[in-house]
Every structure is written in structure tokens, then in C-alpha cells.
């Protein structure tokens, strides 16, 4: 884990009432959980209603923004049903990283350009907006002058193939959106610490397993030592990650490839912007994938 240390004045006080918000800023979804860590039994409870979303429960939203001309914007699943919006922008924050050409990283630059916009910049905008939907929605289980008192602690998670400068250029976006302070863990090893935990593998402390955290735009392999189980579960790097932008956002764009060599060039473009289309694009993303 990297943490964001904060100041020697800004420390708070142990018996403070502490809330952790983590929110899971992904290529193609992000999404938010968060816990009152000094409650006697803390559950992670996920953000599961959206702008968007009509009543249905989800528990991620397109990583997708849009700015107005008048200087409004929309984020998420109100972006993603509109032209223009800006996707993929996670991927822009690590330069060093090979993306393959299939990648909406060149469309994510022009939506860049268009706007007069960094990545940072419109990650931190992107980040802002999911942080202060979560909690407004957090506010409607808590008095809100309770939610005022606790102090906040943030958690990002980021791919285990994340250089430095990516890793910084996440915080910054972080600070842009108001999120301070901030740990970055790794994807794999949060997927790791979840699925250890909530699925009860029988684990002892000098075993190895091997995490795959197969997301939209990178791909990761990490393996773990476990050190230890009780108070609680504590496990170490064996080797250092490695992956790659090898996500899944490519077999999207296979999908769409498929179905223009199917029905033909003529038809692919009657079909663009169709209900028949984003309904076929969205039963692939969602279930067949």
C-alpha cells in the first residue's frame, strides 16, 4: 500500500467516530463502498443507487463524464447515453504503459483536447462527482450532522502495473475532487483481501495463491504469501506484479468488428446510434463477456 500521509496538525482525534470511503476508480466502471470503521461489527456497505439509473440496483457506473457549453457536465450513466462523452481517461494517466491500438486511448485524447482538459483534470472532475453522489447517498441512512462529525479517510485503488507518476498523477486527481487523505492499494491485492475473506477459503498462515484481477482496461497477476490469519488476515508480495492493458474494453471492440463483417459495411453504419445495436452491445458487456 502507498499512503498519502497527512501533516502533523491534521491529525485526528483515535476516538473520533471514522468513516472509509473506497472507491474503485476503474478504465470502464468505478464504483464505492464505504464503512464506519469505529462501529462495533463495520460492514462495508456498497453504493448501489446511481444518477441514471431508473431504480435499479447497480453496484458500478461508467467511468464516462460530458461537459456541457454552459459549464454543466454529466458523469456516468447519464454521460455514457450521450455522444461526446469522455471515456477511458483512467488509461491516459499512465503515459509509460504500451496501450494496444484497439484501446480508446486516441479517443480519449481528442475528448481531451476538445474540452482544453488534462487527464487529471477530468479524472479529479470524474472523482468529485462519484464522491459527492456517495455521500448524499450515505446521508440518507445517518443524521447528517453525524456524517459531518466523522472524520473521512479515502481509499483508491490502482493496477498493480501502476508506475510512480501514474500513482501521483491518481493523487492529484484525488486532491482536485476533494479526497484527502488518501492510501492507494493495489487491485489485485484488494480483490485478494475480499475474496480471502468473504469466501471463506481455508487459508494458513505460509500458503501462496496466485489473484488475476481481469478488469476493462488492464490486466493483472500478482502472487501473495499468507503471513498470518488471526486478529486478521496479513499476506505479502512474492514476486513483484506484472500485466498489462490487455482488458477487456478489447474484446468490446472485437464484438463490434464481428457484427460489421457480419451484417456488412452498409448495414454497420445503418445500425450506429440504433436501440438494436446498444441493446446487442450491452447484453455482450454485461452478460455474455
Known amino acids: 500500500m502507498t499512503s498519502h500521509k497527512r501533516k502533523a496538525g491534521d491529525a485526528e482525534d483515535e476516538d473520533e467516530d471514522q468513516l472509509i470511503i473506497a472507491i474503485d476508480f476503474g478504465t470502464t466502471y468505478s464504483g464505492v463502498a464505504y464503512c464506519f470503521a469505529n462501529h462495533d461489527d463495520p460492514k462495508p456497505t456498497a453504493i448501489m443507487d446511481w444518477p441514471g439509473s431508473r431504480g435499479i440496483s447497480m453496484p458500478k457506473v461508467p467511468t464516462a463524464i460530458k ?3 454552459g459549464g ?7 454521460a455514457d447515453k450521450t455522444s461526446g462523452a469522455i471515456t477511458g481517461i483512467k488509461l491516459l494517466l499512465d503515459p509509460t504503459q504500451r496501450r494496444p491500438t484497439h484501446l480508446f486511448s486516441d479517443s480519449s485524447q481528442r475528448g481531451l483536447d476538445a474540452v482544453g482538459k488534462s487527464a487529471v483534470d477530468v479524472a479529479g472532475d470524474i472523482m468529485r462527482a462519484i464522491y459527492q453522489h456517495a455521500l448524499a447517498e450515505i446521508s440518507k441512512t445517518i443524521p447528517e450532522e453525524y456524517l459531518e462529525m466523522c472524520s473521512k479517510v479515502f481509499v483508491l485503488t490502482v493496477p498493480a502495473v501502476w508506475s510512480e507518476g501514474a500513482k501521483h498523477a491518481t493523487m492529484r486527481a ?3 475532487a476533494g479526497i484527502h487523505p488518501v492510501t ?3 487491485e489485485p491485492e484488494a480483490a485478494a483481501l475480499f475474496a480471502t475473506q468473504s469466501m471463506n477459503f481455508a487459508l494458513n498462515p505460509g500458503d501462496a495463491f496466485v489473484v488475476c484481477d481481469a478488469g476493462g482496461g488492464t490486466v493483472d497477476l500478482i502472487s501473495y504469501e499468507v503471513e498470518s490469519i488471526h486478529p486478521r488476515l496479513c499476506v505479502r508480495e512474492l514476486v513483484p506484479g506484472t500485466g498489462g492493458m490487455s482488458g ?3 474484446l468490446n471492440i472485437r464484438f463490434d468488428e464481428a457484427v460489421q463483417a457480419l451484417v456488412g459495411p452498409k448495414q454497420w453504419m445503418k445500425l450506429q446510434g440504433t436501440r438494436a445495436l446498444k441493446t446487442a452491445q450491452k447484453q455482450f458487456d454485461q452478460e455474455i463477456k
Not at 454543466?72 to 447519464?78: A, I, Q, S, V
Open 72 to 78: 454543466d457536465l454529466k458523469w456516468g450513466l447519464e
Open 248 to 250: 477487456s474494453v478489447g
Open 67 to 69: 461537459y456541457g457549453s
Open 184 to 186: 492507494l492499494i493495489k
Open 174 to 176: 484525488a486532491e482536485i
